[in-house]
């Protein structure tokens, strides 16, 4: 008995009504996981697997793990600690690290069912009729479930194929998927002849059809043989409206189904990185994307055709590391508050910015500087229209607020929202810099000559326009036939978005292929 994954779900389906009350190692599912998730190695974690009952109570269970290439097999055998009590089960498998940590999560899709022992229910102690109304409930929930799990699905003989519980695999019904081909319908109106063209003679020849001065009729008129080049003439007549122009997003953008015309949108996301950890007598550099001035974009077809783009960054293009509030999120999952140059718009936002904290006016929280012995806490109200968590700096570490007040000894920053349309930034700091008394006049004499930035995010983002030299480049780029790579030379790497036009029969197989995928994967693991 397989149970397969899609993402961080848990497809539980094969199981959902096989446990029975009482039930001890009767089955022994397996659980089919990839080797890596998003790049996170999942071969050394330890699979723990929970059920949860309905009044509250957990089961747990350690899995046997065999790795096999690129899965891994975890043996889950369902022992009476499961099975002990009737009805639903939410199932949840956990990945722990070496130092018992959780690392990642799979939800199963839907509760399973333990079915309660027919032993205890009798036609003269029958359940209450809540119960068996509930019970025909999650019956018909079951059934709903089962059917968009496993779906009817056309079999190579044509009948429909259907997923049988008790077979663990899909059926031949027997039932035809096409009906008999039924009368032919009665003909239709006749259609409105519409304008019509003009009757051509032989003075004719080399003429093509024109709209006619009024705008109401085609006339036959001659066209200068290179009035328009075949690029002008796809610009004007080509149903760009009507394309499919998808976008995507990454630091590296491949695709494989462009067709040889110009980019529809190209946006850049500022990020910024530090190479080990700072402290006052160990500052570490902060480095933004673009930091040279300039960031180059390559298109290029992956042979031997490419354009570049210069992008300029006087000032950079940074972005700040956040748990939430960010404004672009890399292909590793990681949110960023970034600055923006959207050639789109035509605009160059920036968002955060690089700020010597000896510009702020910080208070000292004396309720948690008098509460330990050996740290001085202190915090400055910003105004910002955007709440993020998170920040850089080049001589102090970032903590989450509410972990302050435990460190020891310890030179830390903090960034967070207020509910206030607000911005906190914290700092902590060694009573030790502090000879004479600590207030708030101190630590401001101390961050005055400190040197410490920070990267915080601006009261009001503040956009300029792109030069036009700026739009004419851009507006020369194009994507190529079959396929197309966009990238930035930035380090580290600028967030890429890009909008392209698509080739429609290979976007839509693409897609087909993918759910065709999915299905397949379906039927040869049930």
Same mark, same amino acid.
């Given at each position: 008995?397989?149970?397969?994954? =899609?993402?961080?779900? #848990?497809? $539980?389906?094969?199981?959902?009504?096989?446990?029975?009350?009482?039930?001890?190692?009767? &089955?022994?599912?397996?659980?089919?996981?990839?080797?890596?998730?998003?790049?996170?190695?999942?071969?050394?974690?330890?699979?723990?697997?929970?059920?949860?009952?309905? $009044?509250?109570?957990?089961?747990?269970?350690?899995?046997?793990?065999?790795?096999?290439?690129?899965?891994?097999?975890?043996?889950?055998?369902? =022992?009476?600690?499961?099975?002990?009590?009737?009805?639903?089960? &939410?199932?949840?498998?956990?990945?722990?690290?070496?130092?018992?940590?959780?690392?990642?999560?799979?939800?199963?899709?839907?509760?399973?069912?333990?079915?309660?022992?027919?032993?205890?229910?009798?036609?003269?102690?029958?359940?209450?009729?809540?119960?068996?109304?509930?019970?025909?409930?999650?019956?018909? #929930?079951?059934?709903?479930?089962?059917?968009?799990?496993?779906?009817?699905?056309?079999?190579?003989?044509?009948?429909?194929?259907?997923?049988?519980?008790?077979?663990?695999?899909?059926?031949?019904?027997?039932?035809?998927?096409?009906?008999?081909?039924?009368?032919?319908?009665?003909?239709?109106?006749?259609?409105?002849?519409?304008?019509? #063209?003009? /009757?051509?003679?032989?003075?004719?020849?080399?003429?093509?059809?024109?709209?006619?001065?009024?705008?109401?009729?085609?006339?036959?008129?001659?066209?200068?043989?290179?009035?328009?080049?075949?690029?002008?003439?796809?610009?004007?007549?080509?149903?760009?409206?009507?394309?499919?122009?998808?976008?995507?997003?990454?630091?590296?953008?491949?695709?494989?189904?462009?067709?040889?015309?110009?980019?529809?949108?190209?946006?850049?996301?500022?990020?910024?990185?530090?190479?080990?950890?700072? =402290?006052?007598?160990?500052?570490?550099?902060?480095?933004?994307?673009?930091?040279?001035?300039?960031?180059?974009?390559?298109?290029?077809?992956?042979?031997?055709?490419?354009?570049?783009?210069?992008?300029?960054?006087?000032?950079?293009?940074?972005?700040?590391?956040?748990?939430?509030?960010?404004?672009?999120? &890399?292909?590793?999952?990681?949110?960023?508050?970034?600055?923006?140059?959207?050639?789109?718009?035509?605009?160059?936002?920036?968002?955060?910015?690089?700020?010597?904290?000896?510009?702020?006016?910080?208070?000292?929280?004396?309720?948690?500087?008098?509460?330990?012995?050996?740290?001085?806490?202190?915090?400055?109200?910003?105004?910002?229209?955007?709440?993020?968590?998170?920040?850089?700096?080049?001589?102090? $570490?970032?903590?989450?607020?509410?972990?302050?007040?435990?460190?020891?000894?310890?030179?830390?920053?903090?960034?967070?929202? /207020?509910?206030?349309?607000?911005?906190?930034?914290?700092?902590?700091?060694?009573?030790?810099?502090?000879?004479?008394?600590?207030?708030?006049?101190?630590?401001?004499?101390?961050?005055? =000559?400190?040197?410490?930035?920070?990267?915080?995010?601006?009261?009001?983002?503040?956009?300029?326009?792109?030069?036009?030299?700026? #739009?004419?480049?851009?507006?020369?780029?194009?994507?190529?036939?079959?396929?197309?790579?966009?990238?930035?030379?930035?380090?580290?790497?600028?967030?890429?978005?890009?909008?392209?036009?698509? &080739?429609?029969?290979?976007?839509?197989?693409?897609?087909?292929?993918?759910?065709?995928?999915?299905?397949?994967?379906?039927?040869?693991?049930?």
């Amino acid at each position: 008995m397989q149970l397969q994954t =899609t993402g961080k779900v #848990l497809h $539980v389906g094969p199981i959902s009504n096989v446990l029975r009350q009482g039930e001890n190692n009767a &089955d022994a599912p397996v659980i089919t996981l990839p080797a890596s998730y998003n790049g996170l190695d999942l071969a050394g974690l330890t699979f723990v697997i929970y059920a949860d009952s309905e $009044v509250g109570t957990r089961a747990s269970q350690t899995l046997q793990k065999q790795i096999s290439g690129t899965t891994i097999e975890l043996t889950w055998q369902i =022992t009476s600690d499961f099975t002990s009590i009737p009805g639903k089960l &939410d199932i949840i498998l956990k990945g722990y690290n070496t130092e018992n940590q959780v690392v990642i999560k799979w939800i199963g899709d839907y509760p399973i069912k333990v079915t309660a022992d027919e032993g205890e229910l009798s036609a003269e102690n029958p359940p209450p009729e809540y119960t068996q109304a509930l019970n025909k409930m999650y019956e018909i #929930l079951e059934q709903t479930q089962a059917i968009a799990q496993y779906p009817p699905l056309i079999g190579e003989n044509d009948n429909w194929m259907l997923y049988d519980g008790n077979a663990q695999g899909y059926i031949d019904s027997q039932k035809p998927s096409r009906g008999d081909t039924g009368p032919q319908g009665n003909p239709g109106p006749k259609g409105d002849p519409g304008l019509g #063209l003009p /009757t051509p003679t032989v003075v004719d020849a080399g003429k093509v059809p024109i709209v006619n001065p009024m705008g109401d009729g085609y006339e036959l008129g001659e066209v200068a043989t290179n009035a328009y080049t075949k690029t002008e003439s796809d610009a004007r007549y080509a149903p760009i409206a009507a394309a499919i122009r998808p976008t995507v997003t990454g630091e590296t953008i491949s695709v494989n189904d462009s067709v040889e015309w110009l980019l529809q949108g190209l946006t850049l996301y500022g990020k910024s990185t530090q190479d080990g950890t700072p =402290t006052p007598d160990n500052p570490i550099p902060i480095v933004s994307a673009g930091d040279g001035g300039t960031i180059t974009v390559t298109v290029s077809d992956g042979a031997d055709q490419s354009q570049t783009l210069p992008v300029s960054t006087p000032n950079g293009l940074p972005g700040i590391p956040v748990s939430s509030g960010g404004n672009y999120t &890399d292909a590793d999952g990681q949110q960023w508050y970034c600055d923006i140059v959207d050639f789109a718009a035509g605009t160059h936002t920036k968002y955060v910015d690089y700020v010597d904290l000896k510009n702020y006016a910080f208070t000292l929280n004396v309720t948690w500087t008098n509460r330990n012995n050996t740290l001085a806490f202190a915090y400055a109200l910003i105004k910002s229209n955007k709440k993020i968590v998170g920040t850089l700096s080049n001589k102090l $570490v970032y903590a989450k607020w509410n972990t302050l007040p435990n460190r020891v000894s310890e030179y830390r920053i903090s960034v967070e929202d /207020t509910t206030s349309n607000q911005t906190v930034v914290y700092v902590v700091l060694p009573k030790t810099e502090f000879p004479g008394e600590i207030d708030s006049r101190a630590v401001n004499n101390y961050l005055s =000559t400190a040197g410490i930035y920070a990267l915080v995010p601006l009261e009001t983002p503040t956009e300029t326009d792109l030069t036009p030299e700026q #739009l004419t480049a851009y507006a020369a780029l194009k994507t190529y036939a079959p396929s197309t790579t966009i990238q930035t030379d930035s380090t580290p790497e600028a967030g890429l978005a890009v909008r392209y036009v698509a &080739d429609a029969q290979k976007y839509i197989d693409n897609k087909l292929s993918t759910i065709n995928a999915q299905l397949l994967e379906v039927k040869t693991n049930v």
